[in-house]
């Protein structure tokens, strides 16, 4: 399959941990990669290879990764973490990418 | 840092083709895929398709048979071509530098499909 399942919507209450989850069977090949995105700007990867953040991304962000099940975890959720989150990877031939449906993170 | 700028025509009509180019300023073109994803509006993102600096590409199964990416490392650019388009390729189109591993992107392009 060269799908990532992603539930369509998340909510959090300020300052709790949050979990962004992303299923699909390229994930028992290859790790997620992860990106906010806020409204009208481009994405901002947040999470990459086994739980690698670029500079510059709190370390509240982290993910991880089980069989065909990936998670983007968010530790003391702040408001500005309100966003859509994507997940993508390269699907199980390798030869093509693919997003997940992106997952809308409400913080209460 | 590097910068990805992107340019190309915003309005088309139906059955014309899509063309975008997509700048690399202060990067190397060595050693990275280049892609380009779109986001049609209120929607997700979607893989088109990417090209590494020796012109290999992959594209995604669902827009194959009308999608073409090529590069030029004289001109560090990279453009996209899409042709026969409708209004369902209406959508936001940026360009990125290794999309799984770096994530730079290009600011967006809004390219709208109307008769």
């Known amino acids: 399959s060269s799908e990532l399942t992603q539930d369509p919507a998340v909510s959090v209450a300020l300052g709790r941990t949050v979990w962004i989850t992303c299923q699909g069977d390229?994930?028992?090949?290859?790790?997620p990669t992860w990106y906010q995105q806020k409204a009208g700007q481009a994405p901002v990867l947040v999470i990459f290879g086994q739980n690698h953040r670029p500079s510059g991304i709190p370390d509240r962000f982290s993910g991880s990764s089980s069989g065909n099940t990936a998670s983007l975890t968010i530790t003391g959720t702040q408001a500005e973490d309100e966003a859509d989150y994507f997940c993508v990877s390269r699907d199980s031939s390798g030869d093509h990418v693919v997003f997940g449906g992106g997952t809308k993170l409400t913080v209460l | 840092q590097v910068q990805l700028q992107q340019w190309g025509a915003g309005l088309l009509k139906p059955s014309e083709t899509l063309s975008l180019t997509c700048a690399v300023y202060g990067g190397s073109f060595s050693g990275y895929y280049w892609s380009w994803i779109r986001q049609p509006p209120g929607k997700g993102l979607e893989w088109i398709g990417e090209i590494t600096h020796t012109g290999s590409t992959n594209y995604s199964p669902s827009l194959k048979s009308r999608v073409a990416i090529s590069v030029d490392t004289s001109k560090n650019h990279f453009s996209l071509k899409l042709n026969s388009v409708t209004a369902a390729d209406t959508a936001v189109y940026y360009c990125?530098?290794?999309?799984?591993?770096?994530?730079?992107w290009g600011q967006g392009t809004l390219v709208t499909v109307s008769s």
């Open positions: 990125a530098r290794a999309l799984l591993t770096e994530g730079s």
């Open positions: 390229s994930l028992r090949s290859y790790y």
